[in-house]
T-cell receptor
Framework: RKEVEQDPGPFNVPEGATVAFNCTYS??????FFWYRQDCRKEPKLLMSVYSSGNEDGRFTAQLNRASQYISLLIRDSKLSDSATYLCVVNNDYKLSFGAGTTVTVRA | ETGVTQTPRHLVMGMTNKKSLKCEQH?????MYWYKQSAKKPLELMFVYNFKEQTENNSVPSRFSPECPNSSHLFLHLHTLQPEDSALYLC??????????????FGPGTRLTVL
């Protein structure tokens, strides 16, 4: 089983829609979690950190479910600029494990 | 944003060439990392340096040789590479890997093509 698994998508949504996707992780002892955003041919950039049950930052909400070992990311009121690949990242023993990413495309 | 810079941004090399990738961080961090990102694959951690000491070598072939002269600079020396080494090589830095709240910041990457 991969350490971090994500639905690759793509999720194609209209502007203004809500989109949500999950990430599962295999190590129940994982300590912290992150969502990074990566635009095409660019570097990953931190979107949100998740240390407890969840985090909210504007239109973005991350939820952590330790019992089922998954993290979710919800984007409300999608903008064209939200089109990107979203990387789920898990901190295991102070090393980061990355998922392969979920691609979101927001259309006008 | 100029927190973590990488040069060159693009590199094409033959299998017999020797080249080096450079990374510099201006964030006052203590740890630096090299990652490899191949198409449609997750980022793969290659090396970790914490306070200039290598703390992680993730079974990377010896044709990749890292060097960390100080906490702000990190190099990746390349020699006798293979075409399958073509990828985006990302450098990152963070304040303290021992903290669960530690956050890594990435440079723009070097897109490497091996012919």
């Amino acid at each position: 089983r991969k350490e971090v698994e994500q639905d690759p998508g793509p999720f194609n949504v209209p502007e203004g829609a809500t989109v949500a996707f999950n990430c599962t992780y295999s190590n129940s002892a994982s300590q912290s979690f992150f969502w990074y955003r990566q635009d095409c041919r660019k570097e990953p950039k931190l979107l949100m950190s998740v240390y407890s049950s969840g985090n909210e930052d504007g239109r973005f909400t991350a939820q952590l479910n330790r019992a089922s070992q998954y993290i979710s990311l919800l984007i409300r009121d999608s903008k064209l600029s939200d089109s990107a690949t979203y990387l789920c990242v898990v901190n295991n023993d102070y090393k980061l494990s990355f998922g392969a990413g979920t691609t979101v495309t927001v259309r006008a | 944003e100029t927190g973590v810079t990488q040069t060159p941004r693009h590199l094409v090399m033959g299998m017999t060439n020797k080249k080096s990738l450079k990374c510099e961080q201006h964030l006052g961090h203590n740890a630096m990392y090299w990652y490899k990102q191949s198409a449609k694959k997750p980022l793969e951690l290659m090396f970790v340096y914490n306070f200039k000491e290598q703390t992680e070598n993730n079974s990377v072939p010896s044709r990749f040789s890292p060097e960390c002269p100080n906490s702000s600079h990190l190099f990746l020396h390349l020699h006798t590479l293979q075409p399958e080494d073509s990828a985006l090589y990302l450098c990152a830095s963070s304040q303290a890997p021992s903290l669960k709240t530690d956050t890594q910041y990435f440079g723009p990457g070097t897109r490497l093509t091996v012919l």
